[in-house]
């Protein structure tokens, strides 16, 4: 078997010898010695599967018939290759490749599920793009039917011929898309004609119980596909067997029973277009009320399998019918029982069940939104229904020794906190909140469920309003008489809902301090601290906003810099908490005199400056706080005082500069020094003109070594801050000269624009500010070409910030040829203008997925708008390569061509007709 390894390219046909020892070696018993052998057979399987000699192996494999794995990894490759790459495949030969695929399916009908299911979508994506195969289901149910062994097979094609459709993977238009699924559609009544004979001659096969399966699917698959015979469908026999098998609870651990639930949720998704097949609506909904005898049973029983899916079931239906349910209850439609059994579902010990449903009471509240101020009376109607779904969302709430370290149930409790505020939308937050701090109350409450009951009012609190004051302060003064013995749950809730009252705390002097003692003693827990430090941080957040902001936070601005002292060396508070907080406090320091804003500054940043001197190991959390120095202030300062924050960047540099010598080999610690230098930057301004040179020469330094693309950023700053200053010209034209030809050498490279998109951004945005700052030298010097030229092999690049920087980067050479009128620029264009335009039509042509279209249509219509006469011959030149037959056309392409060179075609116009173009090669 080792005669694959003397296949070296795909030039060399491999051999069937090859093929099946490399899948030896892959399939065969492993080990250490083995490891390289089976890293050769992996790729050499690879480069064969990605041959043209991919198809005739494949199906030679199949013929030959020598072992599962050699008949899965051919069905495999041959739908990869016609999901992915059918256009190797010229047209005339689909049908004998279709011929092909039946006699192999055929075949192996009793083989591995796993192969019959790979030939079935083989199948079916052949379908797909056999544009000349119109009668796919007759074809198909014809050849295979009169069989009644290959009934199995035969539902499992059709089961996949419409779910093949959507296949993201799939590389067939969505014009195609739409076009086959007409026919397919066409073709559906064949299809239930098809199910039901098979239903009635269910007993004469051998395993009724898989065929079962593949019928029950194959319904609610064509269901799904829509546009069906409502009368065929509802005078069947088949929802009849469906609820015979939901009904029959004793064998709700079958997978008949899990497929019956799957083809009823198709049916209830299907009727969300409940006028196009009323008839069918109308026979479904009433039957579903027979659901809640065994829903109850398996509560009772606590079969969590079984209430899950009749949960879903009703889910479905509930989404499906929310309108009529929500506007019209009591109506045939809107029948209400579906709602009483998924209330009831909410009983169900295990909060899993209760999460299937929460979209649907989310929608239904949407509905009943939008009708509240039309019509109250139904937003009424529903208020009961909402007071035991609170109730019951109260109870699932609660921590038990089960839930206790259950990171899914801290989920669901965040996916209760969203439905919390769609039920006090219903309610009113008042009298929710009022509800629970009623309950609250009450002697005999728990302590998991005094817990629960603060985490729902820390849902909704801050929903109240400013009427609500008093209800707000006995909520604040029910937290602060939570003693300092209690568990670290209630006290984490109850820092929580100091932060959701934020708002309302900062403007209330009276209560800020003894909130403020809380937190302090809070503080030193550990379990606490993150916590904590959140409820000081949204306080602050908040009282810069308020209008009572001086008898507010920035009163107690010493505590809060001594907090954040003592916070700093806290492990258990995150870097981004500790950050967040600190910028936090620097937002009040712009309310101070301009003299004490620099002093509170100096002394915020000194604890950075202290913590770095000391304590090596925490130089990377403190740059951060220092970032967040720079970036949280935002005091207003003249021209001619001094910044508050220069003495904190002059202080800041010989740590940045050490830092970025340290830590030189990693590029996250890299990215936050240079992020803060930038912040640093744009805070002072030009205030700092020192500290550009060594800055400069630490960069050009640093990117010699190890070329971390936010090195690039940071120069683009530095371009941006000073580069109109012709006294730092020469010296930023220099940093250029360095750091250019060291990009050039890694994007160059083989891959070396895919394997490096941030390095592709963030050049080509320092490159756009130097054309800004000062275009004539460089569009003079002899990098201009190489720059010309990566831009535009860049527009084809699968990255949106790369794509976007790149093309920004040409448009403004666009703009100065044609609104500057700057010849060097003009003659760019020129020399580069249709390879610009063969790029641009190379993407819309499937290049490119559609959200990266955008700017690229921009480019193109600006081209064309400002070149004129020129950008059309190379408009049409472009489009001459474009490929044209079964999918797209030449009267397609001529019709882009009309649409993007008539006469006052405006961008949205351009961005519209090349996504629409795009859509042939989907």
């Given amino acids: 078997y080792k005669s694959y390894l003397s296949m070296t390219s795909t030039d060399h046909k491999p051999t069937l010898e090859g093929v099946y020892g490399a899948l030896k ?115 198909t149910v014809k050849r295979l039917s009169p069989n009644h062994n290959l009934w199995p097979v035969l539902l499992e094609i059709l089961t996949v011929l419409p779910e093949e459709i959507e296949n993201r993977h799939s590389k067939v238009g969505a014009l195609r898309q739409d076009e086959y699924s007409d026919q397919l559609k066409s073709e559906s009544g064949m299809v239930f004609e098809f199910l039901e004979f098979v239903l009635a001659h269910i007993s004469t096969i051998r395993d009724t119980e898989t065929t079962l399966v593949h019928l029950f699917r194959c319904w609610g698959s064509w269901l799904i596909l829509g546009d069906f015979n409502v009368t065929q469908v509802s005078r069947g026999q088949i929802l009849n067997k469906i609820f015979e098998v939901v009904m029959a609870t004793e064998n709700c651990k079958s997978k008949s029973y899990e497929a019956a639930c799957d083809a009823l949720c198709s049916a209830t998704y299907a009727i969300a277009d409940y006028e196009g097949c009323r008839e069918f609506a109308l026979q479904l909904v009433p039957r579903l009320r027979s659901l809640q005898v065994p829903l109850a049973r398996g509560i009772e029983n606590n079969e969590i399998d079984m209430v899950n899916h009749l949960t879903r079931i009703l889910t479905e239906a509930g989404e499906s019918l929310v309108k009529p349910l929500g506007l019209e209850p009591g109506s045939d439609l809107g029948d209400t029982s579906i709602i009483h059994m998924l209330i009831l579902s909410l009983s169900s010990p295990d909060y899993t069940v209760a999460e299937v449903s929460y979209n649907f009471w989310f929608q239904l509240s949407d509905v009943l939104f939008r009708e509240m101020y039309k019509d109250p009376s139904k937003l009424n109607a529903y208020k009961p229904t909402f007071r035991e779904l609170l109730t019951r969302v109260i109870l699932l709430c609660e921590f038990n020794d089960e839930r206790e370290d259950d990171d899914d149930f801290l989920d669901f409790r965040e996916k209760c906190s969203e439905l919390l505020k769609e039920i006090a939308v219903v309610l009113d937050a008042r ?121 507010g936070p920035l009163k107690h601005l010493d505590i809060l810099i001594k907090v954040a002292e003592q916070v700093s060396t806290m492990d258990k508070v995150p870097t981004s908490s500790y950050s967040q907080f600190v910028e936090c406090i620097v937002g009040l320091t712009a309310y101070l005199p301009l003299p004490e804003q620099t002093l509170k500054l100096e002394a915020i940043s000194k604890i950075c400056f202290h913590n770095m001197t000391t304590n090596p190991g925490s130089t990377i959390r403190e740059i951060d706080a220092l970032s967040s120095v720079f970036k949280g202030f935002k005091g207003e300062v003249g021209d001619k005082d001094p910044h508050p924050l220069q003495p904190v960047l002059v202080r800041a540099w010989p740590h940045l500069s050490r830092s970025l010598e340290t830590f030189h080999n990693s590029v996250n610690d890299i990215e936050r020094i240079c992020r803060c230098t930038r912040y ?243």
């Fill in 25 to 139: 070696v892959m399939y065969g018993p492993g080990g250490p010695i083995e490891k390289q052998a089976t890293e050769n057979a992996s790729a050499y399987l690879t480069r064969m599967q990605q041959s043209l000699w991919a198809w005739e192996i494949a199906d030679t494999l199949l013929r030959e018939n020598k072992g599962k794995e050699s008949n899965i990894f051919a069905a495999t490759t041959l739908r990869n290759k016609l999901q992915r790459e059918h256009r190797e495949l010229p047209p005339e030969s689909h049908a004998s490749l279709r011929d092909s695929l039946f006699n192999h399916i055929a075949s192996h009908h009793n083989g591995q599920p796993a192969l019959v299911t790979q030939l079935s979508l083989a199948i079916a994506d052949l379908a797909l793009i056999m544009k000349t195969w119109r009668t796919v289901v007759e074809d």
């Fill in 431 to 551: 009298y929710v909140v009022t509800e629970l701090y009623t309950q609250l109350e009450q002697p005999s409450s728990s302590k998991a469920r005094v817990e629960a009951l603060l985490f729902c009012i820390n849902a909704v609190v801050r929903m109240l309003t400013s009427e609500d004051n008093k209800l707000i302060y006995k909520i604040l003064e029910m937290v602060l008489q939570v003693p300092k013995e209690a568990d670290s749950a209630l006290k984490i809730i109850s820092n929580k809902i100091i932060g959701e009252c934020s708002e309302w705390i900062a403007c209330s002097p009276n209560i800020l301090e003894p909130i403020f003692q809380k937190l302090l003693s809070d503080l030193p827990d550990a379990a606490l601290s993150r916590h904590v430090v959140s409820a000081f941080e949204k306080i602050c957040s908040n009282g810069v906003n308020s209008s009572n902001v001086m008898d």
């Fill in 680 to 922: 640093g930057i744009r805070g002072v301004g030009q205030r700092c003109p020192d500290i550009l040179c060594p800055l400069a020469d630490n960069l050009v330094a640093l990117y010699r070594v190890h070329p971390h693309s936010c090195v690039l950023y940071l120069s683009s700053i530095l371009v941006d801050e000073f580069g109109h200053d012709k006294r730092f010209t020469d010296g930023l034209l220099a940093l250029f000269e360095t750091l250019g030809p060291r990009t050039f050498e890694i994007l160059s490279a083989p891959h070396g624009l895919e394997q490096n998109p941030d390095t592709v951004d963030d050049f080509y945005r320092l490159c756009s500010r130097y054309l800004q700052q000062m275009g004539e030298r460089i569009i003079s010097s002899g990098i201009m070409e190489h720059l010309m030229a990566m831009a535009i092999s860049t527009l084809t690049m699968v990255h949106k910030d790369a794509q976007c920087s790149a093309i920004k980067f040409l448009d403004i050479v666009l703009t100065r040829a044609v609104a500057d009128r700057c010849t060097s620029s003009e003659g760019y264009i020129k020399v580069y203008g249709p390879k610009m335009v063969s790029s641009a039509i190379l993407g819309v042509s499937g290049a490119l997925p559609s959200y990266l279209l955008t700017d690229l249509s921009i480019l193109l219509h600006d081209v064309l708008a400002s070149v004129g006469n020129e950008a059309r011959v190379w408009l049409r030149d472009a489009l001459s390569t474009i490929p044209t037959g079964t999918y797209v056309t030449e009267v397609h392409v001529q019709q882009l061509f009309s649409n993007l060179t008539a006469a006052n075609v405006q961008q949205r116009d351009t961005i519209r007709y090349c996504k629409e173009f795009s859509q042939y090669f989907r």
